[in-house]
């Protein structure tokens, strides 16, 4: 059984603490991945580290779930693993930030901070552009939005076949 994650933290006071968060969250509480998720029902696993690193105070760790997206080759459904590794150094409002490594982010904050929103921002991040199958593992190719075959594709010409008709009469 997994711990219950606190709605709120203070990102700074856990890195100057050196705290640890462990536990699971709830797509539910997540509005903006739970409109793009077909299973809103599904646990997110939280795995964060805060600490004082070379660069300041830093928030590091992963976050997994395993959500039901839309495919976009055949608007199937489609389970996706989505594992986004978090690497941040923290500053407080109105911090300067010192001249950071590329691969090192950062973000102010001021306490309070949402930790499913800030949760629902790493697996924004992290999720694919364009979710779908692997070539050829649709369950259904050429099925339309409601499942059916896409009969009108099979029997209607392109919509540039007018203009491959000109070019071979030219």
């Known amino acids: 059984m997994s711990a219950i994650l606190p709605d709120a933290i203070d990102p700074i006071r856990l890195a100057d603490?050196?705290?640890s968060l462990e536990g699971e969250l709830s797509v539910q509480a997540m509005p903006r991945l739970r409109e793009l998720c077909q299973?809103?029902?599904a646990k997110v696993q939280v795995a964060l580290r805060f600490d004082r690193g070379t660069h300041g105070r830093m928030m590091a760790g992963t976050i997994t779930t395993r959500l039901g997206l839309t495919c976009q080759r055949c608007l199937g459904a489609l389970e996706q693993d989505i594992v986004a590794k978090t690497r941040v150094v923290l500053l407080?409002?109105?911090?300067s930030h010192p001249v950071l490594a590329e691969e090192v982010d950062f973000i102010e904050v001021a306490a309070p901070v949402s930790l499913p929103e800030?949760?629902?921002d790493e697996l924004l991040l992290a999720l694919p552009m364009t979710p779908r199958h692997p070539q050829g593992e649709c369950p259904s190719p050429g099925a339309?939005?409601?499942g059916r075959p896409d009969t009108d594709a099979v029997t209607s010409p392109g919509p540039f076949a007018a203009l491959a008709d000109l070019k071979?009469?030219?």
């Open 118 to 120: 800030l949760v629902e």
């Open 144 to 146: 339309g939005r409601a």
């Open 168 to 170: 071979r009469k030219q």
């Open 92 to 95: 407080q409002a109105g911090e």
């Open 17 to 19: 603490e050196g705290s």
């Open 39 to 41: 299973n809103p029902a």
